[in-house]
DNA sequence: ATTATTTTTTAGACTAATCTAAATTTTGTA
DNA sequence: TACAAAATTTAGATTAGTCTAAAAAATAAT
C-alpha cells in the first residue's frame, strides 16, 4: 500500500506525464509538488522499486503500467469526492480542490464504490474532467478550445482546462459554466481575445489565455 | 493544529476519561492506541505543551478545557461521517468505524458544517452515540442497559455501548437495531441472561453481557 | 571542443512518530 | 517499613519525509 505522500507524488507524476509522453523531469516533479529537487529523486528511488515508475538517472521517470492504475484510482477518488461536494453538498465549484486532496487519500473500496453509486455513476467531475471508472477506463471526449471555435456557432461548455479557484470564480461571474450555450461574436486579432455570447443572453469578453482553457462540444 | 497522530491519541485520552473523572494513565493509552507506554509519553508531553491535557509525571493526564474542545470536534466529524455512510451511502452499521477513524481527519469547517446540514442536523449516530454540535455541546439522554429495565415494560433501543463489528452483527441477526422496541420476558438469575421481546414479534436470548451493551429509554 | 550553466544526485542533517532496553518511580505486600 | 512487582520515563535507535550544501552529470554556448 502507498503511503499518503508517495500517492501524491504518483498522482504528480501522471499528471504531468499526460502532456506528452516524455519522460518526466526532477525538477518539474518538484514544482508540481512544492518540494526541492532532492526530495524527488529520493521518492522516484522508493516508486521505481515499487514498480510504479522507471527511472534512469539523470533523464527523468516514466510511469509504468501498474502506476497509471494506481494514478487512477487515485484520480478517481478525487473527482467522485468534488462531484459528491458540489451535487450533494452544494459546495461551489472553486472551493472543492483542496478538500478533495484531503478525501482522494481515504483507503476503502467499498466507500468509494458506494460513493459512485450514490452520486449516480458520474462521467465527469464539476470541472468537465473525466471520472476513471472502476477500472481505471476513461472516456476521451473530443472537446476544442473556446478560442478555436467557428464563429456563430453555437457549441455546448464541456470543461475547464486549468482550474484555479480565481479563474473558476471569474467564470461564475461571466456567467459561464458547464453546460453552458456559447458562441463567439468577434475576435480581436492582435491579441486573440475573443467576445462571446452565453446561453443567448449574456455576452462577454475574455482573454485569449481564459478561451484556450474552456474546452467545448465541437 | 494537531497532526493526524496528535488528534488520534487526543481522542483516546478524551475517550478514556470520559468514564470516571481520575487521570487517564499512560498504560491505558497505550492499550487503547496499540501502541508503546514510552510512546505515548513522548505524545503526552507534546500535548500537555500545547495545553490540551496536563501532565504531571507517573500520575497520568488530565484533559483540558481546550483539549476536551478538539477532542469533540474530532468526535463530532467521525460521529457525522458515521451518520452519512449509513444514511447516504447505505453502509451497515458494523461497517463504519474504520472508515470514519479515516475521515474524521479531514481538515475543512465548512465541509462538515454542509455535511451537517446535508445530514439534517442529526443529533445522534448509527450506534446511538450523541453527536456534538458545533459548539462542542452534547446533549445526553437518559439511557439504561436493558438488562436492568422493569420486566414487562416496553421500551425503545436507543444506543449500543461498545459495538465491534461483530457485536453489532449480532444485533442485526437477532433483529435488533436503534429504535426498536423490546421489552424483556423473563430474566435468569444465575447467569443474567435474558429473554426480551423485539418488535412484539420476534423472540431472542442475550447474554448479560450483551443486555449491559445495549441501551434503552427509561 | 572546451567551458559555463543548469540539472540532478549524493551526503549529511532534522523532525515526527515509533520502538527496545535500561533506569527510575510508584505501588503493593510481606 | 522494606522489598518485590508493576508502571513509567529516559536513552538511544529506526523509518519516512524533508531540507541544505556540495558533488557529479548533462546541456548549452562561445
Redesign the pocket.
Known sequence: ML????E??LKAIYHLSENGQKSV????V?DA??????????????LSVKKLIE??????ATITKQGKVDALAIIRKHRLWETFLVQKLNFNWDQVHEVAEQLEHIQSSLLIEKLDEFLGNPVADPHGHPIPDKNGKIHIAQQIPLGEITQKKTTTVKAVKRGSPSFLQYLSKIGLYIGAHVSVLRKTEFDGSIEILIDKKKKAFISKEASQNILVTE
Chains 1, 2 share one sequence.
Open positions: 503511503s499518503y505522500t508517495e501524491n507524488y523531469l526532477t525538477n518539474e518538484a509538488m512544492n518540494t526541492k529537487p532532492a526530495s524527488v529523486t529520493d521518492m522516484i528511488k522508493k527511472y534512469e538517472k539523470y533523464y527523468g
